[in-house]
């Protein structure tokens, strides 16, 4: 009924070693890959903070965007309403099909063995 | 009357649409079929539909209305918030197969007792954002349909709790995704038929200028129901009931209630505690003070953006992904869907400004959205329009409320029930009947609380939220899932830290009034603060722990892709949908 689920009733969930068992090597080989996914989300997370995080700095430091108008309304605002959106996106994208790359070359990795 | 039509239409249709679908989700794999069948943009408009709540419908306008272009931060970190999650949480989570911030907590540190802290905090996150939701239902109704505010408040509480109570909206993604693109329509639709009839935005001075927010070409006229502590910002004339009297300019008075006329052009009072701003410092995103200054606008990105992993409703959705793949996918179609709908919000802020500046007057900011329409285009047409958003802002009340009162619900019957009485529930009746209770009484305190606080901005009360998840969730989540180190002991300090200097920080702006300077900044939006603290704590706690388990089992579930073989897992999520206790 709920949508906490039925979990607490019972043991936590137990995650199989079957990896393990496949590959003696399969513990060093997951901790590559999630240092490696947590590398690239690094690096993407890097990426916004150079292009949204230094926004409200920016504009502080630079009032003259304030005073410049594009069709009537300030430069400032424009920034803020319209290309930064897209940009989460288009970052979101890069980050998601080079995480997916990540896992299928760790897929090949594994049946290899 | 149309507006009234439209905003049943929209409720009902929500209501019924939940309960006739509630039939064909009913059992574990019929959830399971479905969700496999439902394609990432499908679930992508479902979790949009859910996020998109009053505080973005009604929100963002009225706090740009009020305090000036600075809150259009807001909307930028809602939607970074899923950037956010994409990063770190959406695939590992999935991955995992914990449907709740709780059986995550639980699963991941080995504790139940940590189970109880998180439902604790679940519960204030979910209060906090259930109060705004509640309050834009009573004044989208009072708009609607003159009814008095509490009227508003009661009767969408009531319905959300009957809803969620029967069954209704629960894991129904066709259901969400239909409310996000009746409020993208409702959004954008109206905005834009607005902009081409007035030729663009209006009033160019009062928007990007030196002109305050004043009566137009014929003068103001409102009606004030009761007595009201106004500020005059420049010297003006103005007739009460009749009789003329003169402000100087800055003069503070109590307006008693009446019929408040002014004059062309004449400099709109202002409500106490709303600063009226000119033209070209209301249009400044950042400024050197107040809530435009940049440590203020740090501080809310930083809530907003990692609050929103930590928001109870948000995570059980990410369960109709079939995989971790599908969550990252999934995720990033959130990103663009809600792009689309944050470009709107900006427009009825501006709007407002010229064509209804008597909400300064009134303080009634957060009604600008459903104001705008009649004030631009007086007649049918306006009217019309005023009942798309009117009926959008339904969606978005009832979708959101119903999310939260469902995660609300669910930990009161679950976690909170059992510990009172000491024993778990073993037959399903017993456990759907809990539940039913748990969606009445969770709906108590925040119709009380939501009655209590009319006069605080939606936007405001949203944001509390958002401060309180992204300084004890979030760092659960990202040291929980990224850091084999975190153990119990670190994420119940972290956790408790964070609540409590956040916490801290909300009840002594609240109790101070407006506090000035940078102290003011930090105690009305305490994120820059107490996030770093939660972190630091947590990582210190995980530290000194006398006891490390290994966590190699937890990590493989969270970071091993699917396709390996590692069948059981599948068979693991089939027990833990929730549609499995339905």
Redesign the interface.
């Known amino acids: ?9 019972r043991a ?9 068992d ?1 590959t003696a090597h399969g ?1 060093v080989y ?2 590559r ?2 240092q490696a ?2 590398a690239l ?1 690094l690096s ?2 890097t990426a ?1 903070g150079a292009l ?2 230094v926004l ?2 920016a ?2 430091l630079l ?1 003259v965007l ?2 410049v ?1 594009l069709l ?3 430069v ?2 424009w920034l ?3 290309p ?3 940009m ?2 288009g ?3 890069l ?2 099909r080079r ?2 790359a990540l ?2 070359s ?2 090949e990795l ?1 049946r290899r063995r | 009357m149309i507006a009234i039509l439209a905003v049943a239409g929209v409720t009902f249709g929500t209501v019924g649409l939940g309960a006739w679908g509630v039939r064909f989700a009913r059992t574990t794999s019929d959830l399971l079929v479905a969700s496999r069948a439902v394609t990432p943009w499908w679930n992508a408009a479902a979790i949009s539909g859910e996020y998109l709540s009053a505080a973005s419908f009604l929100g963002i306008a009225g706090l740009e209305m009020k305090l000036g272009a600075g809150a259009l931060w807001q909307p930028l970190g809602f939607t970074a918030g899923y950037l956010a999650l994409l990063l770190f949480v959406a695939a590992p989570l999935r991955r995992f197969g914990s449907y709740t911030i709780p059986d995550f907590v639980q699963a991941r540190l080995r504790s139940t007792r940590l189970r109880s802290l998180a439902s604790a905090i679940v519960l204030l996150i979910g209060v906090f954002y259930l109060v705004p939701q509640l309050k834009g239902a009573g004044i989208t109704l009072g708009f609607v349909t003159g009814a008095p505010y509490w009227v508003g408040v009661t009767l969408v509480g009531a319905v959300v709790a009957v809803n969620v109570g029967l069954g209704g909206m629960r894991g129904i993604t066709y259901v969400q995704a239909f409310q996000f693109w009746l409020k993208v329509f409702a959004i954008s639709v109206p905005a834009c038929i607005l902009l081409v009839h007035l030729g663009g935005l209006p009033g160019r001075a009062t928007l990007f200028g030196g002109e305050l927010p004043h009566a137009g070409a014929h003068g103001l006229v409102v009606h004030l129901d009761s007595a009201q502590r106004v500020e005059f910002p420049a010297r003006t004339r103005y007739l009460l009931n009749g009789t003329a009297h003169m402000a100087r300019a800055g003069e503070s008075m109590t307006l008693p209630a009446g019929r408040l006329a002014l004059g062309p052009g004449a400099a709109v009072p202002v409500a106490e505690g709303t600063h009226a701003l000119r033209g070209a410092r209301w249009a400044r995103p950042v400024a050197g003070s107040g809530t435009s200054s940049p440590l203020f606008v740090y501080s809310l990105l930083l809530a907003t953006f990692l609050g929103t992993m930590g928001l109870p409703h948000i995570l059980v959705r990410f369960y109709t992904n079939p995989d971790g793949r599908a969550a990252r996918h999934t995720t990033v179609r959130v990103l663009g869907l809600l792009g689309m709908f944050y470009a709107f919000p900006s427009v009825y802020g501006a709007l407002g400004r010229v064509l209804t500046p008597q909400l300064y007057l009134t303080g009634a900011t957060d009604t600008v959205v459903l104001q705008v329409p009649q004030a631009a285009w007086p007649g049918t047409v306006g009217e019309l329009l005023g009942a798309t958003l009117a009926a959008g802002a339904f969606a978005a009340f009832l979708s959101t409320s119903s999310g939260l009162l469902i995660s609300i619900a669910g930990t009161l019957s679950h976690d909170v029930w059992p510990s009172i009485d000491g024993a778990h529930p073993t037959t399903v009746s017993i456990r759907r009947r809990r539940f039913r209770v748990a969606a009445g009484a969770g709906m108590v305190l925040p119709v009380v609380l939501a009655l209590g606080a009319q006069g605080i901005d939606i936007g405001v009360l949203v944001g509390w939220a958002f401060v309180i998840a992204a300084s004890t969730f979030c760092p659960m989540f990202l040291l929980g899932i990224w850091w084999t180190g975190l153990t119990a002991r670190g994420a119940s300090w972290g956790m408790l830290s964070g609540a409590l200097v956040a916490t801290a920080g909300i009840l002594l702006d609240l109790t101070l009034g407006e506090a000035q300077g940078p102290a003011g900044a930090l105690l009305a939006q305490p994120a820059i603060v107490s996030v770093p603290i939660a972190f630091a704590v947590m990582i210190a706690g995980s530290l000194s722990s006398r006891e490390h388990p290994d966590f190699g089992p937890e990590m493989l579930a969270l970071h091993a892709p699917e396709g390996l073989g590692l069948a059981q897992r599948e068979q693991a999520h089939a027990e833990l949908t929730p549609g499995a206790v339905a």
Do not use: C, K, N, W
């Open positions: 009924m709920s949508a906490s689920g039925p979990s607490g009733e936590p969930h137990t995650p199989r070693d079957e990896l393990a496949a513990e997951l901790r890959l999630r996914q947590l989300s993407a997370l916004f949204f995080g409200p700095i504009l502080y009032p304030d005073r108008h009537g309304v300030p400032a605002l803020l309403v319209i930064l959106f897209p989460f996106f970052i979101g994208l980050y998601a995480a997916d896992d299928e760790f897929r594994v």
